[in-house]
């Protein structure tokens, strides 16, 4: 092996195999989102109101059981980007919806 197959770990203060480094960091930059049941939720899928939502600014209400399609995840763990007819940026918290 050659002194290039390895590298610092600076956060164990270990030298890791440049492969398995890449591989943990990769992981720690994955943020979990899950819905108000526990299921994983990921880009594109469908959620289901499961509570009367009142949206600020657009004075409308999107009522429990309404269907939003093809959600993105944000940074945040507790939030998720969603498209609705009539509300643009709405952005909704993770525990107020169920995945489809």
Same mark, same amino acid.
């Given at each position: 092996?050659? @002194? !290039?197959?390895?590298?610092?770990?600076?956060?164990?203060?270990?030298?890791?195999?440049? =492969? @398995?480094?890449?591989a943990?960091?990769? =992981?720690?930059?994955?943020?979990?989102? &899950?819905?108000?049941? $526990?299921? +994983?939720? =990921?880009?594109? @899928?469908?959620?289901?109101?499961?509570? !009367?939502?009142?949206?600020?600014g657009? %004075?409308?209400? +999107?009522?429990?059981?309404?269907?939003?399609?093809?959600?993105?995840?944000?940074?945040?763990?507790?939030?998720? @980007?969603?498209?609705?007819? $009539?509300?643009? %940026?709405?952005? +909704?918290r993770?525990?107020?919806? &169920?995945?489809?």
């Amino acid at each position: 092996m050659s @002194d !290039d197959d390895y590298v610092f770990d600076e956060e164990s203060g270990e030298w890791l195999p440049a =492969a @398995d480094l890449a591989a943990k960091r990769a =992981a720690a930059d994955r943020i979990e989102v &899950r819905d108000s049941v $526990g299921n +994983l939720l =990921a880009d594109g @899928d469908q959620v289901t109101l499961i509570k !009367d939502l009142d949206v600020k600014g657009a %004075g409308q209400t +999107l009522k429990r059981g309404t269907l939003i399609r093809s959600i993105r995840l944000t940074g945040d763990p507790q939030e998720i @980007d969603c498209k609705f007819d $009539g509300i643009k %940026g709405l952005v +909704l918290r993770a525990e107020f919806v &169920r995945k489809r």
